[in-house]
């Protein structure tokens, strides 16, 4: 490593130490313990006979929804004004548009599968740059009753000035996390509780929210949902 390169990770990693608050210490992500990937788990159910048929279409529906899988912490974020930049941002929005969430169907196997993005801004000076967060969602349809599982999440992480990609500074060894892996690696590689526990809150905080909104379609379909684990 060159001694400009190696002062340069050094003045980063003493940035990230130094301008993250102790605020979201012990936040976890949910961990299945036989495939060791985070991932959410919910079912519900109806309190009243409906088909397969019925729900299934519910669920086309509700992954259709464009915005619900199209989500970012913060919009209010600083523009990018020089060329360079703006060529890379729309690389960027590019590679992870999301106009269609719904992937594709299989009504033999009664499931259902979609693909979600994140934006996720970290704070000023801090580590997290910005995330763009890949997941999926599995529906899995029976009669009166929908399980729906979120995982396999990858992020990619890029400097929010430049949309240059950029790798994720910590203090774990004074070796960076790759600026390109999954979720299951980032939580082994990061060494700063307080600003990934703000963005594993957010993670969390989407997956009930993903929760939430399918009950409420649920509802909305005359399908009337009655509870959740």
């Known amino acids: 490593m060159t001694a400009p390169l190696a002062q340069k990770l ?7 130490l130094l301008t993250t608050p ?33 729900l299934y279409q519910l669920v086309q529906d509700w992954l259709a929804q464009t915005q619900l899988f199209n989500k970012a912490n913060n919009t209010a974020v600083a523009k990018v ?7 890379n941002k729309a690389a960027a929005e590019k590679e992870f548009a999301n106009p269609e969430p719904l992937q594709f169907v299989d009504p033999e196997s009664d499931r259902l599968s979609g693909k ?18 890949q997941y999926a969602v599995i529906v ?17 992480h ?22 390109v892996n999954t979720l299951e690696y980032l939580t082994e590689c990061e060494n700063n509780p307080s600003e990934f526990g703000a963005f594993y809150t957010y993670i969390n905080a989407h997956a009930e929210e993903l929760n939430q909104s399918l ?6 379909g005359k399908a009337v949902a009655t509870g959740t684990n």
């Open 10 to 16: 050094v003045i980063a990693l003493l940035v990230c």
């Open 22 to 54: 102790v605020l979201y210490a012990q936040v976890k992500l949910p961990v299945d313990p036989a495939s060791r990937m985070v991932s959410y788990s919910y079912t519900i159910q109806t309190d009243k006979p409906v088909t397969k048929q019925a």
């Open 81 to 87: 004004t020089d060329k360079n930049s703006i060529e």
């Open 116 to 133: 979600g993005i994140l934006r996720y801004h970290g704070q000023t000076g801090g580590c997290i740059k910005l995330f763009y967060v």
């Open 140 to 156: 899995i349809v029976e009669d009166n009753k929908l399980t729906c599982q979120i995982s396999h999440f990858k992020y990619n």
């Open 158 to 179: 890029f400097n929010s000035r430049n949309y240059q990609p950029v790798p994720v500074y910590n203090w774990n060894g004074n070796i960076p996390c790759d600026q």
């Open 215 to 220: 009950i409420n379609f649920v509802n909305t």
